[in-house]
């Protein structure tokens, strides 16, 4: 592989992290505890939005960020031809 | 059967099952004793994290806390679960790919100094130290309460179990052992939790199952009866909270960075084959974990509202024998202030005096028999609170051991050393670690709750950067994260340390930086080392070429094959 193909790579994994993380951080952060008293006034069934998002909903939300990092990356590392399960044993 | 039967073949089976394991997958070299030859399956790997990282605390404690706390419980729920994040997108994959043993190998090999090293060991040593001494504590309340032996002798029979199998099997032993760890603590949590959603919400799920309404016909929302409830006696309402917005934020900060910085969870992604299964199995994990963290909330939902129902304004005379049970050991007190033979459980903004005391450790233990579930889910918990608390002391006392025979004799001390005398160190080291970690068990400092706080303190503030910096910046050197890691801890430290120790009687939130708790501040820490590591390096040398060239290596993940000689 040559240098750009590595710096290629390189910069699209900081790009998914980038946009993962800016959703990390909005679920817990930002739903779960700076918008919790206003989500608070809508409800869903039981739940009031902001506290379900700080006890159930963002929980729910890192599972799915993972599962979707680790589907982008492995199509990224089939692109770049990064597959390592026949290297290096 | 009766409790006690129950409890005791409960525990027996599950103790016996560990030890098969630990016959079964002795270590024999030591690429086997610290990372189990890298070469676990990544489910297998994602179970075992999940049994590694939910320790007595989450089992045991962390629904208590929240049934107390509420609202401000979250901190725990997001903190705990939100660290996986950082760990599968910026630490697991890159510490995969390096392929050594341990976290001081990374940080020591990356800022190419021993300083450096040491530093990192002696932080991995004073975490992981604080953290087993809960755990054996834990198995000791859990011994007592159950089987009717003193603290003293429960702590011993844990510690042969965890001596059996982490000394034997190392890494490999202990991998497997959690598997089985993880399924019955699993089970044990969910059982009680689905029996006690169906009773009060009538729901299967108890995630669903608090959103529910109460099965009595009322059609009343089970939250909004809780918030009712607790707002009557003066506790304030249970959904919303009594923290400051900015300490809620820096506590649950703390913990997440705290998480991906615990060399304990760290270590465990040595231990997959390559960098794909890294990710994968970081993901695996936090789903593990998901199905206990999201059943928390609504176990403490339930428990505090049966709380309610049993003992608010009932009389003494009438309450169940659990009641006394718990009486007994000191951890439920009433105090009839008024006289009238009647419980008054109240919160600090009623202007009735409170009579109840109540340890918020004991809800989940004792949430079965508050609920009146048959005699074996009782001894299934007891079970279950072994098995959490067991699993989380082996994987700490083999980042002990590690630390002992592998960063500091073969990396510091002895480079000569031969693998026999490694393995036999790592042996004798973590021997030494289980006698230790025992006589904590028996002789509980007083500072254990406090010092839970310094070790997510130190974590956040040391680790994290440095291995964040070091894997997404080239330019960063020695200098730099040297003097960030000691920024950050004498910071986080002179902080925790100068109201937990030095002023406790300071320690309220008018006095607190900025309303920022001792428990929150490791999040600043961390900010703090990111700061003076950056601006060090910036005016010091770039690393040599050689380092550079291992960090681009680390990015990309092909050849990520063992780095080191694994023998089968």
């Known amino acids: ?89 | 059967m009766n409790v006690g039967a129950w409890t005791f073949v409960m525990v027996g089976a599950s103790f016996a099952i560990y030890l098969g394991i630990a016959v079964w997958s002795r270590a024999r070299s030591t690429g086997e004793f610290y990372v189990a030859g890298a070469k676990v399956h990544p489910v297998v790997n994602g179970m075992a994290t999940a049994a590694d990282w939910m320790s007595a605390a989450s089992f045991i404690s962390m629904a208590g806390i929240i049934a107390f706390a509420g609202y401000d419980g979250s901190v725990y729920l997001m903190g705990w679960t939100g660290g996986y994040v950082l760990l599968a997108l910026l630490i697991a994959p890159y510490l995969r790919k390096f392929g050594k043993y341990t976290v001081p190998d990374f940080v020591g090999d990356r800022y190419y100094s021993n300083t450096a090293r040491i530093v990192a060991v002696v932080c991995a040593l004073f975490v992981s130290f604080t953290y087993v001494a809960g755990q054996m504590r834990g198995v000791g309340i859990v011994f007592s309460r159950f089987l009717g032996v003193d603290i003293t002798q429960g702590v011993l029979i844990g510690m042969g179990i965890v001596f059996t199998y982490a000394v034997l099997g190392g890494m490999k032993g202990i991998t497997y052992t959690q598997v089985a760890q993880y399924c019955v603590l699993i089970f044990a949590y969910m059982v009680p939790a689905i029996f006690i959603s169906l009773q009060i919400s009538g729901t299967v799920l108890p995630q669903l199952g608090f959103g529910s309404t109460v099965a009595d016909g009322s059609g009343v929302y089970l939250l909004d009866r809780l918030d009712g409830l607790t707002t009557e006696l003066g506790f304030g309402a249970y959904t919303s909270g009594r923290k400051t917005t900015l300490d809620v934020l820096a506590i649950t900060m703390a913990l997440m960075i705290g998480t991906a910085g615990l060399p304990h969870v760290i270590v465990r992604f040595f231990t997959v084959k390559n960098v794909r299964d890294a990710r994968s199995s970081a993901g695996w994990a936090l789903a593990f974990i998901a199905i206990l963290y999201t059943t928390a909330p609504a176990v403490a939902a339930f428990a505090r509202a049966n709380l309610l129902d049993t003992v608010s304004n009932k009389p003494y005379a009438t309450m169940p024998a659990w009641f006394s049970n718990w009486e007994t050991t000191g951890l439920i007190g009433f105090t009839d202030h008024n006289g009238d033979g009647l419980i008054q459980y109240t919160g600090p903004l009623s202007a009735v005096q409170n009579e109840l005391t109540i340890d918020r450790d004991i809800m989940v233990l004792a949430n079965p028999e508050i609920a009146r579930l048959p005699n074996w889910v009782v001894g299934l918990v007891a079970a279950g609170g072994l098995a959490a608390a067991l699993s989380t002391a082996a994987g700490l006392l083999l980042v002990i051991s590690t630390s002992i025979s592998h960063d500091l004799l073969k990396r510091v001390f002895r480079p000569n050393i031969s693998e026999r005398g490694e393995l036999l160190t790592a042996r004798v080291a973590a021997g030494f670690a289980v006698v230790v970690a025992g006589y904590f068990g028996v002789n509980p400092p007083g500072f254990v709750a406090e010092v839970v706080a310094l070790a997510f303190g130190l974590a956040a503030a040391s680790f994290f950067p440095a291995i964040v910096l070091g894997i997404f910046t080239k330019r960063m050197n020695t200098a730099g994260a040297v003097s960030g890691m000691v920024a950050g801890l004498l910071f986080t430290v002179g902080y925790i340390g100068w109201f937990k120790f030095l002023h406790p009687e300071l320690n309220t939130v008018a006095n607190w930086w900025l309303g920022i708790s001792p428990e929150g501040i490791g999040a600043v820490g961390m900010l703090v080392n990111f700061a003076v590591a950056v601006v060090v390096a910036s005016r010091t040398a770039p690393p040599p070429m050689e380092i550079q060239q291992l960090v681009e290596e680390i990015r990309l993940p092909r050849f990520a094959g063992p780095g080191h000689e694994v023998q089968a």
Do not use: C
Not at chain 1, 3 to 10: L, M, S, V
Not at chain 1, 13 to 22: H, M, P, Q, T
Not at chain 1, 26 to 31: E, I, K, R
């Open chain 1, 1 to 89: 592989m040559t240098d750009t193909d590595a710096r290629n790579y390189w910069l699209t994994n900081l790009r998914y992290v980038a946009v993962l993380l800016a959703i990390w951080a909005t679920v817990s952060f930002g739903f779960g505890i700076l918008l919790v008293e206003p989500l608070n006034r809508i409800r869903i069934g039981g739940f009031q939005l902001g506290f379900w998002f700080a006890q159930q909903g963002s929980i729910y939300t890192f599972v799915l960020l993972i599962v979707v990092y680790v589907i982008l990356m492995n199509r990224l590392d089939r692109r770049f031809a990064m597959n390592d399960r026949e290297a290096g044993q």
